[in-house]
Structures are given as C-alpha cells and as structure tokens.
C-alpha cells in the first residue's frame, strides 16, 4: 500500500546476510547490510530503517545484545522493530545460565534461528512491521485526541 | 619442564639436616633447609618445594601446624614426616593433617631415597592430574562454543544460500533440480540437527534432555535408527536385522537422542562390518531393564582401545582404514546415561563387537501413571 519498507541487517557473516538479503529483496523489501555492531549502530542513527534484523552473536561475544541495549536506551530507535536471527539457542545456557528462553532483549523483539525458511522470515518480517505500523497508528491517534 | 625437583626439609636437628642433604646431593634435587617451622613456612612461597620433610617434634611451631599451614598455602605440595617417636598414633595424625607418609628416625640412607622416590612420584601424579582436569574442563568449557560458532556459522551461511536459491529459482527448475535442491538442504540440515545433539549432550546441562522425557517405544526407535543406517549398510551389502522380545516395557526418555544412540551404534556396526556380512539389533527385557544389543561379526577392537572406546574425541590405535571424530560412542554414551541407563562392550579382535545399551524399563502402571496419560493425549511442545 506504501512505499518499500527500508530494512538493515545487522550480521558479521557476509555470506549468510547473502542469504537473507536475497530472500527479503526478492519479496520486495530495500534491504541495507552492516557487518558489525559499530557500523550498524552508526546506520541506525543516520538513515531511517523500518526495521533491523539483529545477529547477537558477533565478535568476541554477545555484541548484539549490547547493540539492542543501546538502542532501548535511544528514544528515536527504541520503538523500531528488531526481529533477532541467530544461532544462539544453544549458546543462551552458556550466555545466561539458568534462562530456559532468551530474554526479552528489547520490548518489541522476536526471535529466529538459523538457518531460518524464507516462509517463516517473510511472515516475521510482516508481522513486525504491521505491530510496528499499528502502534504508531494508536499513539497518533493518541496524540490527536490531547 | 627439565626443572629439578626442589626439596624442603624442616628439622630442628643440624645433623639430620646436613644427613639428609648429603644423602639426597646426589639425586639432582635442589634442597632447602630450616631449623624450625616458622623459617620453614617463610621459604615456601619463595622456593616453591615439591616436597617438604617435617619433623614432628620441634620448638615453637610443631610439625602438625606446620602441615597444616602447608596444606592452606598449597595443598598439592607433598608432605612427608619425620619423627623420633615413631608412634601409630602420630602416623595416623600426620596423615589426617595432609602428610603423604611417615619416615621414623634413625632412618637409614636408602630409606630416604625411596620414601623421597615415592613422595617425588605422587607430587608428579599430582600435578599431572590438575593439568589433565583442567584441560579437560577447558575442552568442555570451549567446546560448546567453538562447534557453535566454527561448525554452525558456515552451515547456516550455506543452508540460507540454498533458501535463498530456492527463492530465487522457484519456476525456473525442473522437477530433478529441484529435488537434487531439496536434497542439499536436506543435507545441511541433518548436518545442522547432529551438532545441535552434540551440543546439547556435551554441555553440562544433559538435564534439559529429561524435561522431555515421555515414555518411548524400544521397537519404534530401533525401526526409526535402522531406516536411517539403512542407505549405508545398503551400500556396503550389510544386512540389518531387528527382532523385540515381546511384550517389551517402553523406556522413559527423549526419543529423538534415544534413536540418535542407536543410529551411532547400528552405523558403527555397519561401518566396521564385512560386506556382505550381518548386523543384529535385539531388544529384550531382563528384571527391570530393557536390553538393547547391536552385534556385529566385523573387525573387532582390540584389548587395549576397550577401556577408552567410550571417551571423548578416542579413536582406536589399531582402527586401520575408518576414520571418525572419536565423538560418536562417547555421545552414545551420555544419551544413555541421561536417560539412566549404562553401556557395555564385548569385543574379540576378528570376530566382531556386541554393544549393549540398558534402560530402565518404564512401568507405567506401578508408577508415574501421569507421564504415559501425557504421552497419550499428545505431548504439547
């Protein structure tokens, strides 16, 4: 109904970013890549995105977690949907020992596993993006009303 | 580590002193002396010994304090006393405080240099043990993420590649590309799922495992174990054959790492059989435990690999031409102790190996009756 929905993927393995990237273009998304936390950050800040697919595992550790605790930190970035894609079920008893599931790592984050079905990110993606649009729609309306 | 063994001997007599460093000169140690306890304790941090005689009876700190204090700075330091009243009492008392042994004056040389020999022996065994655990410990620690990240970071980047292809290519491919597609991701996936298992049974929480635990079907498993062989037995012309006693008890525990144990052990089997030769996968129920065996008539492993065929990354001296990760039986071995049960072996080099895995077997009626209702009405992930 819109223009193209402007998404960035954050994610230190060029080659799987390929991957998703081709999947999302393919459904008619413009799809920006960074390659680590920094130059994504730096991204977030500078450019409008509609949404960010965030890997957690990058570098030396859980640097993704560290990026998504920046942004809730952000007024301008806290309401942006991040959809979380990563390998890190099996590193989360090592991570955060005792956490049967991740934490909620930002308020309106989701959660995928590697390698993820093109079915499954394409419907993710959507419905994040719908949430995101509806509650942007609930605080204009909001706003209107006062 | 061509370091000389060091020393220390504690004593508030010259003459043994000098006695012992003169009889000990010519086993290329490095001695250190003090005359009383005190002075003894002083030089520990410094000259770091490997061993440390104590005399019991001494003015100011007695030998016991001075044992003890040993203990606290470092416990794997070996100590050894040497007293003039050789009493059972004092012996048993010096042990209870830490000593290694007890060398009762007069003492001839020989003595001295066996009780040193010993004492010398266990603090390398000693030392040799910390590093061992640790090193262990350091495997297990990093092996989590290490097969995470260097194993599953490029299989995740293929399997996404081949996604994204399907994508890409749906309309375009005939019926044999796409197939030949589904294959590779099929593939990957297995690949995929096998380090997810590996992960969850090597990282210390095997416990999650049993959050999963419903009763299981011995027979259902072995089928589901041997249909997944199967290609590779076929190929090799390696007959599989499964027969249940029955009734058979079910077991309690995760189906899904249950047939994994015995895909390791059935494809083991096959791996180091004869073409054209048999596998025989037989369950049955002993008292309490349901018995599953996996024979072949194939190479065999030899006596001395048997004791270490359950450890981690072992593979045989003796294996010839097969290769593994030196994984798969230790593997086998944790799903099956998750799930309480035990392994065994019985093997003659030329004549094959029986693998035996025992389970608990699982009465539903006498117990848990809340676990098969679940089972019953479907489990809700």
Sequence with gaps: MSARKRLLIIDDDPDFVEGIQAILKAANYEVEAAYNPKEGFQALQTKHYDLLLLDIMMGRGAEGVMLARKMRKDPKLREMPVLIITGIREQIAFLFPGEPVHPRFVAVDELVEKPVEPKLLLERVSALLQAAAARKARTEAGSTRT | MEDRYKILIIDDEEVVLDACTQILEGGHYEMATAMDGA??????????????????????????????????????????????????????????????????????????????????????????????????????????????????????????????????????????????????????????????????????????????????????????????????????????QASAEEPLSPVLGDEGTLVEALVNLIGNAVKYSRVGSQVLVKAEEREASVLISVADTGVGIAKEDLPFIFEDF?????????????????????????????????????????????????????????????SQTGGIR
């Design chain 2, 39 to 240: 002075h003894g304790l002083g030089l520990i941090p410094e000259f770091r010994p490997d061993l440390v005689f104590v005399d019991l009876k001494m003015p100011g700190l007695s030998g016991f304090e001075v044992l003890e204090k040993i203990r606290d700075v470092d416990p794997t330091i070996v100590a050894i006393v040497i007293t003039g009243y050789a009493t059972v009492n004092s012996a048993v008392d010096s042990m209870k405080k830490g000593a290694f042994d007890f060398l009762p004056k007069p003492f001839t040389p020989d003595e001295l240099r066996l009780i040193t020999r010993r004492g010398l022996e266990k603090r390398r065994l000693v030392l040799e043990t910390i590093a061992l655990r640790r090193e262990k410990e350091m495997l297990r620690e990093h092996f989590a993420a290490i097969v995470s990240h260097e194993l599953k970071s490029p299989l995740n980047a293929v399997q996404q590649s081949l996604f994204a292809l399907g994508v890409e290519l749906s309309g375009q491919l005939t019926a044999e590309q796409r197939n030949r597609l589904e294959r590779c991701q099929s593939r990957v996936d297995d690949l995929l799922q096998l380090i997810h298992t590996w992960l969850r049974v090597i990282s210390r929480d095997i416990g999650k495992l049993r959050e999963n635990f419903r009763p299981v079907s011995v027979p259902a498993a072995i089928a589901k174990a041997i249909e997944s062989v199967q290609p590779h037995a076929l190929r090799k012309d390696v007959a599989l």
């Design chain 2, 314 to 374: 072992y593979r045989g001296q003796s294996g010839g031409v097969e290769t593994g990760s030196g994984l798969g039986l230790a593997l086998t071995r944790r799903i099956v102790e998750a799930h309480q049960g035990a392994m065994a072996v019985e093997s003659e080099p030329g004549q094959g190996s029986t693998f035996v895995i025992r389970l608990p077997a699982f009465k539903p009626l006498i117990l848990e009756s809340d676990a098969l209702a679940e």
